[in-house]
Each structure stands twice: as structure tokens, then as C-alpha cells.
């Protein structure tokens, strides 16, 4: 059973800072990886899809990195803005392809 | 990309009542979920809403407690059986179309009394 740790569980650095959120993942036969936001009481907002065959995608200051060998990706966000502060979330997706499992979600708050 | 839409966005219930939630998409996708995260956690796939057949439940969920339809590749709905405060929880519908992005519609926030 696939399992999903994000480390750390929680982040405060102040604004203008570049920050690295890791997540881990138990088993490496994946079909792809996908980062996600969330808003304090509200949905999930799409940040970045990683296919099993790719290293890394970025979007604006945004960049995610996978190492499918080692089980662990990471989102880096360049200049840190307050208003980046939210719940980030990874997900797995197994390789048949059909359901995501979640991390445990990185909690960060950016102090202007 | 997909939007989807979730009715209601929130409610409050009494012990013992159900609730309905309706997701709608804008697109035709290949496959939709029912999520649960309850407060401070993260997300508990439900099941797997299927077009014109029985949704696969994952464990722990069962079809008495959580019967969801999906008569067509747009439109799934979840109902909160013979709720309990425990059944607190903000409920997420989903999709995806095989390859690329998983969406995820705002919510329904559910508060049982």
C-alpha cells in the first residue's frame, strides 16, 4: 500500500525567501506525481504534474523535482510571497493508473 | 482543464438525516471521485464514481453510507447517509481523464449536529 509523508508538516519563513517542501512515497512504481494548493476552506487548486518519465516541471517560481528510484519529490518556490501562504499537498498516483493518495501536507505561512 | 462545480457548498445537519451533494463538470471525463478530509487532515479517496454502474468503494466506505450515481460522464452525486457528528468533514468531488491533470471542485463543508 502505497504511503505518502510531507516533511516538513509545517513552515514559517518570511517573505522573500526560497523554500524546498519534500515529500516522500513508500512505493516507486508510479504513473505520475502532482503537487497541489489549498486554501484555508476551500478546494484544491492544480500546482504542478511530474509524468513518471519526467524530472522535474516548473511554473513561475515554482519547480518540482521527482526521484521515482528514491521515492521523493520536491517543490521548490523561489522568492516566497505572502500570499503563497497555504496548505501544499503531493499525491501519488500508482501505476495502474487509476487513484491519487495523498501526503500528509506541508502547512506554510510567509510573514511579510 | 476542467471546472467543477459542487451544490451545496455547505450545510449543517441533524444526526439521523442524509445529505446529497452534487458535483457537476464542464467536460466529459473519463473518471470521477468522492474525497473526504476531515478537519486538520488530508484526503481519504471514498470511491470511484463509475458511469451507469455500481461506484467502487474504497476500504473502510461502504454503499450504505455513502451511495453515489454518475448517469453520465458529466454529473456524480454523494449522499451522506443517517448522518453522525463524525461525518463532519469537507467533501470533494474529482476528476480526471487518463494522462493528465486531476481536478478537484471548491468543496461542500458538512457540520452534523
Known amino acids: 500500500k502505497q504511503e505518502v509523508t510531507q516533511i516538513p508538516a509545517a513552515l514559517s519563513v518570511p517573505e522573500g525567501e526560497n523554500l524546498v517542501l519534500n515529500c516522500s512515497f513508500t512505493?516507486?512504481?508510479?504513473?505520475?506525481l502532482q503537487w497541489f494548493r489549498q486554501d484555508p476552506g476551500k478546494g484544491l487548486t492544480s500546482l504542478l504534474l511530474?509524468?513518471?518519465?519526467?524530472r522535474e516541471q516548473t511554473s513561475g517560481r515554482l519547480n518540482a523535482s521527482l526521484d521515482k528510484s528514491s521515492g521523493r519529490s520536491t517543490l521548490y518556490i523561489a522568492a516566497s510571497q505572502p500570499g503563497d501562504s497555504a496548505t501544499y499537498l503531493c499525491?501519488?498516483?500508482?501505476?495502474?493508473?487509476?487513484?491519487?493518495?495523498f501526503g500528509t501536507g506541508t502547512r506554510l505561512a510567509v510573514r511579510p | 482543464s476542467a471546472v467543477i462545480s459542487q451544490k451545496p457548498s455547505r450545510d449543517i445537519c441533524q444526526r439521523g438525516t442524509s445529505l446529497t451533494i452534487q458535483c457537476q463538470v464542464d467536460?466529459?471525463?473519463?473518471?470521477m471521485f468522492w474525497y473526504r478530509q476531515q478537519p486538520g487532515q488530508s484526503l481519504t479517496l471514498i470511491a470511484t464514481?463509475?458511469?451507469?454502474?455500481?461506484?467502487?468503494?474504497e476500504s473502510g466506505f461502504v454503499i450504505d453510507k455513502f451511495p453515489i450515481s454518475r448517469p453520465n460522464l458529466t454529473f456524480s452525486t454523494l449522499t451522506v447517509s443517517n448522518m453522525s457528528p463524525e461525518d463532519s468533514s469537507i467533501y470533494l468531488c474529482?476528476?480526471?481523464?487518463?494522462?493528465?491533470?486531476?481536478?478537484f471542485g471548491p468543496g461542500t463543508r458538512l457540520l452534523v449536529l
Open positions: 512505493d516507486s512504481a508510479i504513473y505520475n
Open positions: 499525491a501519488v498516483r500508482g501505476s495502474s493508473g487509476d487513484k491519487l493518495t
Open positions: 511530474i509524468q513518471s518519465s519526467q
Open positions: 467536460s466529459q471525463v473519463t473518471m
Open positions: 464514481a463509475n458511469q451507469g454502474s455500481e461506484a467502487t468503494y
Open positions: 474529482s476528476a480526471w481523464d487518463r494522462g493528465e491533470t486531476q481536478y
